[in-house]
């Protein structure tokens, strides 16, 4: 599985963007979706992750509960994170991951796409 993510920027504080995390192969539906970011200076953690159909169950990191939705559309082979009400502190680099487990944890995500630069001023 080939991962690609996009959809971020610079907005002010209290605005909202769409990320969207397209992804190749007919193999989609199968995996856990995962969104993570990473702060500079920071480790990367989990923000949301949804598991493999569309509609099933979603997590999400404490920071960003009620603000943030994950979702996915299995028939496009992409995943989004819908963030509002964003924060400064939500500033980093976004990742998507897939994997098979629903779980928080970087290693129980075998595929990564690439950054996409989230920037929240205040």
């Known amino acids: 599985v080939q991962l690609q993510a996009y959809g971020g920027g610079l907005v002010q504080a209290g605005g909202s963007l769409r990320l969207s995390c397209s992804a190749s192969?007919?193999?989609?539906?199968?995996?856990?979706m995962g969104w993570f970011r990473q702060a500079p200076g920071k480790e990367r953690e989990i923000v949301a992750a949804?598991?493999?159909?569309?509609?099933?169950?979603?997590l999400y990191a404490d920071s960003v509960k009620g603000r943030f939705t994950i979702s996915r559309d299995n028939a496009k082979n992409t995943a989004y994170l819908q963030m509002n009400r964003l924060k400064p502190e939500d500033t980093g680099a976004y990742y998507c991951?897939?994997?098979?487990?629903?779980?928080?944890?970087?290693?129980?995500?075998?595929?990564w796409g690439q950054g996409t630069q989230v920037t929240v001023s205040s």
């Open positions: 991951a897939a994997g098979l487990k629903f779980r928080t944890a970087i290693d129980d995500y075998d595929y």
């Open positions: 192969g007919r193999t989609f539906s199968s995996y856990v």
């Open positions: 949804i598991i493999s159909w569309s509609g099933g169950s979603t």
